[in-house]
């Protein structure tokens, strides 16, 4: 190959790496290296995630989807089936994992600009903090960060990654990791 096809090859493959953004693995608190150890829970409550954007910290927009994305990540816990009970917004002292956090950075960008530009134009974005926590104590065993942005090269794929796939994503990962982590 040509070194500058070579250059290329690599800038592209940089840049379609980077610009979807990730979901991290979930990393313990105490020792970020590992996983928590989740085993002795069989319970997970979901909270609403808070708004962590604007500077009254409670614009109803985010507010809403807050809920959205705790409803979506309590739906796949559930459909892995490693933990007895999962449920929305629970008040109790059980032995518990609870899950919330706020939500960092929400933007629907544009479709058309995403699907007919590219290289950034219109990009979508969803950030997230996402804290799992021991219900009894509310001490914090670990976090998941999510930092989700459309496709940089624009077409069809960049114009279907809007904040709702994103969210979608993050929740598949976040479900994975706690299963994972109920496991060890």
Known sequence: MVPTMKKFICFALITLLSACGTTSSLRNAKSPATRPDLS???????????????????????????????????????????????ERN??????AILIDGKITQHSEGNTAARMLLGFGAGSSHFDAAVYIKDNKT???????????TSWALGGAIAASQDVNSHMNDASAKIANELVLAKKE
């Open 40 to 86: 002795s829970y069989n319970y997970v409550i979901v909270n609403d995630f808070g708004d962590g954007i604007s500077k009254s910290q409670d614009d109803p927009a985010i507010i809403s989807e807050g809920k959205k994305f705790a409803d979506i990540i309590a739906k796949d816990i559930k459909a892995k089936n490693e933990f007895a009970k999962v």
């Open 90 to 95: 629970i008040n109790s002292t059980d032995n």
């Open 138 to 148: 509310k001490n914090t065993l670990g976090n998941i960060d999510v930092d989700k």
